[in-house]
């Protein structure tokens, strides 16, 4: 029998809460393509989680949230800043510049997937030229690809340059909920000057929703002119929007969100207490990733534990919403036999 259970975080059902309310807002009649009342109340609860003045649209995909942002930040000539092993840049399969018609994605490194506060420095130090793009924006992970949850302080070292040198915001938060759950303030966005942020509902535990935020949009009329037809024009403009906005109700009134992604970051420390394999990057979110050679990857697939070697070439294990201990302490049986 084959586990997926720490494949990803995406491989679990929708949490009660999600099912819930879907269930709640299914009877009767509503508007469609946002304009109906469940959406209407799930965007309040996401500018109460930001704290600040929001355009909330609900999409079905977070590339194509990612992608839409990207584009509405970016020309085709120019360029957007991340980081060199960020989704937008390897798991997306050219989307970005689909979406912003060739516009070009400039990686900057640093360390477990945290831009580097000097090359970010560097990258904006570079003389315009019409070789090659500037860049228009900069796109931050939170919690970044290996789990590492950047504090409000950091982001600011990323931020403050990128703002003076006059760059859009754009904040990948596929896995937003577990950096909340660690400790960071979803509030600092908007005072950090954030244009645009994804936040993300289906790896939290949703079925799949992803709410694509305009921040304080009185302060950026070109951002959010003609933000619909954006999403038309990409296939995002969905037309039962309240089954992309009632998961958002069930996980924000209740608290579901960010406590079920702290029961996911608990769930990561306890399998890297049971690790034998050495660990490549720090537990400060959901996920575990160690060093391991091909033969013990092998190994424990063929126990039927099925996880991803990553691209900084690791192993990647993943926790959600739903991982129980019991399934923790499993695998970490199958990893002491193997090791």
């Known amino acids: 029998m084959a586990h997926y259970d720490f494949a990803s975080d995406n491989v679990a059902g929708a949490m009660p809460e999600v099912l819930e309310a879907l269930a709640r807002f299914n009877g009767g009649f509503e508007g469609g393509y946002g304009g109906d009342g469940v959406s209407r109340r799930a965007a309040e609860l996401i500018r109460g989680l930001l704290d600040a003045d929001a355009e909330v649209r609900f999409v079905a995909s977070g590339t194509a949230a990612n992608a839409l942002a990207l584009a509405a930040l970016a020309p085709p000539h120019e360029g957007v800043l991340c980081h060199q092993h960020a989704h937008v840049a390897t798991d997306e399969n050219g989307a970005p510049g689909f979406f912003g018609s060739g516009l070009a994605l400039l990686s900057l490194p640093g360390a477990s997937g945290r831009i580097e506060p000097a090359a970010l420095e560097e990258a904006l130090a570079r003389s315009d030229e019409p070789h090659w793009p500037s860049p228009a924006a900069l796109s931050i992970t939170q919690a970044t690809e290996y789990g590492a949850v950047y504090s409000s302080a950091s982001l600011t070292r990323l931020a403050a340059p990128a703002k003076a040198a006059g760059l859009g915001l754009h904040l990948d938060g596929a896995r937003l909920a577990n950096a909340v759950a ?158």
Request: proline share 4%; net charge positive; aromatic share 8%.
């Open 182 to 339: 660690a400790g960071f303030d979803p509030k600092s966005l908007a005072r950090l000057g954030f244009d645009l942020a994804v936040i993300g509902g289906t790896k939290a535990g949703s079925t799949p929703t992803e709410a694509l935020v305009i921040l304080n949009p009185a302060q950026r009329p070109a951002l959010s002119r003609r933000f619909g037809a954006r999403l038309k024009h990409g296939g995002q403009l969905i037309s039962k929007a309240r089954f992309l906005a009632a998961p958002w109700i069930g996980m924000l009134e209740t608290g579901a969100w960010a406590s079920r992604a702290a029961h996911a970051n608990a769930m990561a420390q306890k399998l890297a207490a049971l690790m034998p394999f050495s660990l490549t990057h720090a537990v400060e979110a959901n996920g575990v990733f160690v060093q391991m050679d091909e033969a013990r990857l092998e190994a424990l697939k063929a126990r039927g534990w099925f996880v991803y070697r990553f691209i900084d070439g690791s192993v990647r294990f993943m926790c959600s919403w739903s991982t129980s201990l019991e399934r923790v302490e499993a695998l970490g049986e199958a990893l002491r036999e193997i090791a």
